[in-house]
């Protein structure tokens, strides 16, 4: 009976963080495949702006599931070009992946993310 009532306290746990995180990490899929020109005319000027590529990639990042489910870490892939905007919205960061498609930096994903959230 004990390690039943232990369980449910976990599984209320596990449930209330995974609301928390929906209500601080919203997926924003208005913006996939946007250019990188469409998104700097709605939210204007980044406050950061960065790139890399998939060989050098961080495996644990706000954007790391969509990234590797479309360039896994393999040799072939290690020298695409990613680049991670944020723009700074009041509460809120906009972050957004981007990219190379026919010569165009394109939105992988873009998420809202409350200001503070660590990965």
Known sequence: MKNIFIIIILIAFVSTACLAEENNIIVLDQYNNKTYSEMLEE???PIDKTGYTIKNAPTKSWNHHELFSK???????????????????????????YHMVDG?????VAKKMKKGIQF
Request: glycine share 2%; charged share 25%; with cysteine.
């Open 104 to 108: 165009e930096n394109r939105c992988l």
């Open 43 to 45: 939210f204007g000027s």
């Open 71 to 97: 360039y896994p870490k393999i040799p072939e892939n290690y020298n695409i070009h990613i680049m991670e905007v944020a723009w700074d919205t009041d509460d809120y960061l906009i972050v957004a992946c």
